[in-house]
């Protein structure tokens, strides 16, 4: 049996005339952040960490932005496909822990429907599972409200 951690980032830019998702969540905002899929940088910083656990390549390299099947797909499902090959790797998550980071909107709310939609994907009981959300202090891209950021860490075992 191994222990091993994951350790995922995206950032996203927010724009006009999009729907806003966020944790799996659809959030009442006036933006929502570009991206070939929906644009979910929590999942996809969560989909890295799980990869990098694994030792396989990036989110970018298993859903490529050219490939159209993956157009306007929600990162949900693509939680699901990776949490597929964890599963035929034998690995099971034990923890996952990340931070989001947005100027606005407040996400504090909408923290726990998170946890609720991505805890069962994941294989985690919410004791087991941390969403942080913080600002940038008004700083740079992020703090001016042009983009959200995610940081992800994972905890897996792999039973061999
Ligand atoms: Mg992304």
Redesign the pocket.
Known sequence: MKIKVGLGY?I?RLEEGRRLFLGGVEIDFAKGLR?H?D?D?LI?AIIDALLGAAGKED?GQHFPDSDPQYKDMRSTELLERVMDLMREGKTEVLNVDSIVIAEKPKLGPYIPQMKETLGPILGVDQDDFGIKAKTNEGMGAIGEGDAIAAWAQVLVREKQ
């Open positions: 995206d996203h991206g899929s644009g940088c996809h989110i």
